[in-house]
Nanobody, 115 residues
Framework: QVQLVESGGGVVQAGGSMRLSCATSSRIFSISTMGWYRQAPGNQRELVARISIRGSTEYGDSVKGRFTISRDRTKNTIYLQMNSLKPEDTAVYYC?????????WGQGTQVTVSS
């Protein structure tokens, strides 16, 4: 079973910053595209950002220019640096590891941005 361990959520004021982390095994980290998705109440889960094994990145339109995804091979961990946070960024953020048709989700971490 793939294990993805997320951390870093919490409450932050609008305009503030927060960093999320997602750690996994070295095997999964080395073969998977890793990413962050989020889901707000009443909304569908949406892509926030993802990063390929080679470091190529993709961002959701609503976070471009504010969020940065990165991966640290020495720690088998990906990070999501979130700056200029807005109340509409409030959601549960999920880490995802994917390779071809297989994927796994983390348990999710709540991010709340207060106005």
């Amino acid at each position: 079973q793939v294990q993805l361990v997320e951390s870093g959520g919490g409450v932050v004021q609008a305009g503030g910053s927060m960093r999320l982390s997602c750690a996994t095994s070295s095997r999964i980290f080395s073969i998977s595209t890793m990413g962050w998705y989020r889901q707000a109440p009443g909304n569908q889960r949406e892509l926030v950002a993802r990063i390929s094994i080679r470091g190529s990145t993709e961002y959701g339109d609503s976070v471009k220019g504010r969020f940065t995804i990165s991966r640290d091979r020495t720690k088998n961990t990906i990070y999501l640096q979130m700056n200029s946070l807005k109340p509409e960024d409030t959601a549960v953020y999920y880490c995802k590891a994917e390779r071809e048709s297989a994927y796994s989700w983390g348990q999710g971490t709540q991010v709340t941005v207060s106005s």
